[in-house]
């Protein structure tokens, strides 16, 4: 904390010795309130000033003081709760001299307590006249000027407290945040789903490809990975028979930030027995129309000016019928590594030492041609088997039974029939130990365990994951993922 205290700074620090010497808590006591802003504008919006004359209802409010406007021997204030704004009428008439001298030392930011009855001003504003002033707490730091907030959009991501308190976007992107949550578990609950939970800490890098956080546990004296993904974990469930699990959580990857990458991030992983990719498919669709709808009132939105819609019957292509349609190059007929590589370079992609088979060229060529095409829901499937270790081969062994979920040129969804042959699986594994050792940090490690798992026998199933803060992105029109997470990774302030 900066030790240089500003003017206003100072005189609300200097408030304190007159709490003090009143005998008041600066900071306040429980505070039991009968109404919330909302409370009072779903009961009295429609009474007018005669009505509520007749009733003379009371409520008892708190909330921070956001407006004042002192006017000698009363005066107003405006407080705001987590729902909204609400305004009090305080006389020196009306309340006790010390609540009025609290009063007339109050500063913005400041919370407190209000006891009243509703009325009408002379402009007809629903307004609390208060019979009882209570302070509750002291602000020592005032708040940015009303009209423009926190104008540096960093020191907003990193005073995020502040931020709720000024900008109405950021609270009501974190309410909506919950109720998206809240959504996709009703959705997934309907359908007989059972929400699980699973280590953070893994013994072994797995479930995807990914940079991990390394941590060491002091009494096991082992290291442990923060977990890059909750598949292997949640598999394992379904060797164990409990055949539909989903598990909403926090991910961890040691890779670069941008506007739609946080180092945590939170996703649902969801696995189902006895279904497939096209299972997957359908199950994606429904939760996305459903969710959105529950949350929008449709399916039709805009994102950042785009019109998008999430209706269910999203496009659904192979990826390398995706790269033929824009390049026209048929990687079908391509078998020669030799010839793939020269094709790369020929249209300015990099070949790098752990690129072993044509799929990591496919998918680079997806990456770099198609992938900022995609702008409505479109299920991109067939992945190369190179760079799908969890996936089921299709009939074509070259390729999977996977597919990622694209919209408005960001990946959303991530999606395989699951591989439940322990053979190959460890094969798979092997492979991607070769892909490490050429220098593919993002490369699985061999995980025994899972192998083991399988060996008793998985059911044939569909998986998927879903990134929930780039879903929450969409819903709410936010264009940076730092912005619907609470609390973003940011630099050190300078």
Do not use: W
Request: glycine letters at 6%; a negative charge.
């Amino acid at each position: 904390m900066d030790d240089i205290l500003n003017e206003q700074e100072i005189i609300r620090r200097e408030k304190l010795k007159f709490f003090l010497d009143k005998g008041l808590d600066p900071f306040g006591q429980k505070f039991e309130r009968t109404h919330t802003s909302q409370d009072i504008k779903n009961q009295f919006d429609d009474k007018d000033k005669e009505s509520l004359e007749k009733i003379t209802p009371k409520v008892i409010i708190a909330g921070r003081i956001m407006m004042k406007r002192d006017m000698g021997k009363a005066g107003f204030v405006t407080l705001q709760d987590k729902f909204g704004l609400i305004q009090a009428y305080i006389r020196a008439d009306h309340v006790s001299e010390t609540e009025f001298e609290i009063f007339k030392l109050a500063d913005i930011g400041d919370i407190i307590g209000i006891s009243g009855v509703m009325f009408r001003t002379k402009t007809n504003e629903l307004t609390v006249k208060a019979d009882k002033y209570t302070h509750l707490t002291k602000a020592l730091r005032p708040l940015p000027e009303k009209f423009h907030g926190l104008q540096d959009v960093e020191e907003a991501r990193r005073r995020r407290y502040v931020d709720l308190i000024m900008n109405e976007k950021a609270k009501d992107i974190a309410i909506k945040r919950t109720k998206i949550i809240r959504a996709i578990q009703r959705f997934f609950d309907s359908l007989g789903f059972i929400e699980v939970e699973t280590p953070v800490l893994h013994p072994v890098l797995g479930g995807a490809a990914a940079r991990p956080f390394v941590t060491h546990h002091n009494t096991l004296e082992m290291d442990f990975y923060l977990r890059i993904a909750t598949e292997l974990p949640l598999k394992r469930l379904l060797v164990g028979g409990l055949e539909a699990v989903y598990e909403i959580g926090r991910l961890f990857r040691n890779e670069g930030i941008s506007y739609k990458h946080n180092p945590e991030f939170t996703t649902i992983e969801a696995y189902l027995a006895y279904s497939d990719m096209e299972g997957m498919m359908d199950l994606v669709e429904g939760c996305l129309s459903t969710v959105c709808t529950e949350i929008l009132g449709t399916t039709e939105i805009n994102f950042q000016g785009t019109s998008l819609s999430l209706k269910r019957g999203f496009r659904r292509v192979h990826m390398v019928d995706s790269i033929k349609e824009l390049t026209n190059i048929d990687f079908y007929v391509i078998n020669d590594f030799k010839k793939a590589a020269k094709l790369a370079k020929e249209h300015h992609i990099e070949v790098p030492k752990h690129f072993t088979g044509i799929g990591h060229i496919i998918n680079a060529f997806f990456e770099k041609y198609v992938e900022h095409t995609l702008i409505q829901p479109t299920f991109v499937y067939g992945h190369p088997v190179e760079i799908s270790p969890l996936a089921k081969k299709s009939t074509d062994a070259r390729f999977t039974q996977r597919f990622e979920l694209f919209i408005n040129k960001s990946e959303y969804a991530n999606a395989f029939t699951e591989l439940n042959d322990p053979i190959d699986q460890k094969e798979r594994f092997l492979e991607q130990l070769k892909e490490k050792d050429l220098g593919n940090n993002e490369a699985n490690e061999m995980d025994i365990d899972f192998v083991e798992a399988l060996e008793y026998g998985m059911p044939p199933a569909g998986g998927v994951g879903i990134g929930i803060d780039r879903l929450i992105m969409l819903l709410t029109d936010t264009a940076n993922i730092r912005d619907v997470i609470l609390f973003p990774h940011m630099k050190n302030r300078q």
